[in-house]
């Protein structure tokens, strides 16, 4: 069982920058592929990442060049580096733990309770 806690959200204006933190529980941390995804209010929930535990990564083409995931194995916790924001990037975005299929998609097995970021100006 992981639990996740996600931190970091909050109100930004168009091209600024948020850093959203997940710390997870659990001493196998490490072995989890972790992702990102964002639900649009009225829409349905979207990958944005994710880092597999060998730090392989995936970026939804609409982040690509603007967030980065990493993570920190040792302080168990994964990273969204979110810049140059839109406001269509306005979501509740959440944290997961799950697997990299053979296919490369992700499975996401555990969720966290999701951040709220809103970037108006």
């Known amino acids: 069982q992981v639990q996740l806690v996600e931190s970091g959200g909050g109100l930004v204006q168009p091209g600024g920058s948020l850093k959203l933190s997940c710390a997870a529980s659990g001493r196998t941390f490490s072995s989890y592929t972790m992702g990102w995804f964002r639900q649009a209010p009225g829409k349905g929930r979207e990958l944005v990442a994710h880092q597999s535990s060998g730090y392989r990564t995936y970026y939804a083409d609409s982040v690509k060049g603007r967030f980065t995931i990493s993570r920190d194995n040792a302080k168990n916790t994964v990273y969204l580096q979110m810049n140059s924001l839109k406001p269509e990037d306005t979501a509740d975005y959440y944290c997961?733990?799950?697997?990299?299929?053979?296919?490369?998609?992700?499975?996401?097995?555990?969720w966290g309770q999701g951040t709220q970021v809103t970037v108006s100006s």
């Open positions: 997961s733990a799950g697997f990299r299929l053979g296919s490369g998609a992700f499975r996401p097995d555990y």
